[in-house]
């Protein structure tokens, strides 16, 4: 995973496959099929990241403080992330969405999950009086999850001088929109 991670679908040769996991070139076509088949594992196994956003936006608590939270760990990953290899998810979309409908598809569900994640927690917060009742939660969902993937993305171009400063402006203007 981490190889894909750090080079892209693309950039990934056999060769970098067979050194990453120390398995021979056969025996890479041989049990999984090939390097595509390696990247759906790999994207698969990253589901334990978008696993670990909903667990903390389903913790109970006030519903603007977890979206927050979340958002911010977000910033923490992206200005702790010394290796520039962003977000798995983010990067694979960018690569592969549009060019292979599986890729495509299993890169979806890493966006469709943290989507119903934050559907849930935003339709706990209209249900409590935390969020305005003419608020479209499945609209709000959908703009969490492009605001977070921006994040990750417009983290990249930013001088590391005010990178922090710029991206904590971003959480505060997403959840002025609440």
């Known amino acids: 995973m981490r190889t894909f991670w750090r080079k892209g679908y693309a950039a990934t040769s056999?060769?970098?496959?067979?050194?990453?996991?120390?398995?021979?070139?056969?025996?890479?076509?041989?049990?999984?099929?090939?390097?595509?088949?390696?990247?759906?594992?790999?994207?698969?196994?990253?589901?334990?990241?978008?696993?670990?956003?909903?667990?903390?936006?389903?913790?109970?608590?006030?519903?603007?403080?977890?979206?927050?939270?979340?958002?911010?760990?977000?910033?923490?990953?992206?200005?702790?992330?010394?290796?520039?290899?962003?977000?798995?998810a983010a990067n694979s979309s960018l690569e592969v969405s549009g060019r292979d409908p599986e890729l495509s598809a299993l890169v979806a569900q890493h966006f469709d999950r943290l989507e119903v994640g934050l559907l849930r927690l935003l339709k706990r917060g209209q249900r409590a009086g935390e969020i305005p009742a003419n608020q479209d939660c499945q609209m709000l969902a959908k703009y969490f999850v492009a605001v977070i993937q921006g994040i990750r993305v417009v983290s990249k171009g930013l001088p590391e001088t005010s990178r922090q400063s710029h991206l904590r402006s971003i959480v505060d203007a997403a959840i002025k929109t609440l």
């Open 14 to 88: 056999m060769n970098d496959l067979v050194d990453a996991t120390g398995l021979s070139r056969s025996t890479i076509y041989n049990s999984f099929g090939g390097k595509k088949k390696l990247f759906e594992l790999a994207l698969k196994e990253y589901r334990r990241v978008t696993t670990e956003n909903v667990a903390m936006i389903s913790r109970p608590g006030d519903v603007r403080a977890s979206l927050r939270e979340l958002l911010l760990s977000i910033v923490a990953d992206e200005l702790s992330d010394r290796e520039g290899f962003g977000c798995f």
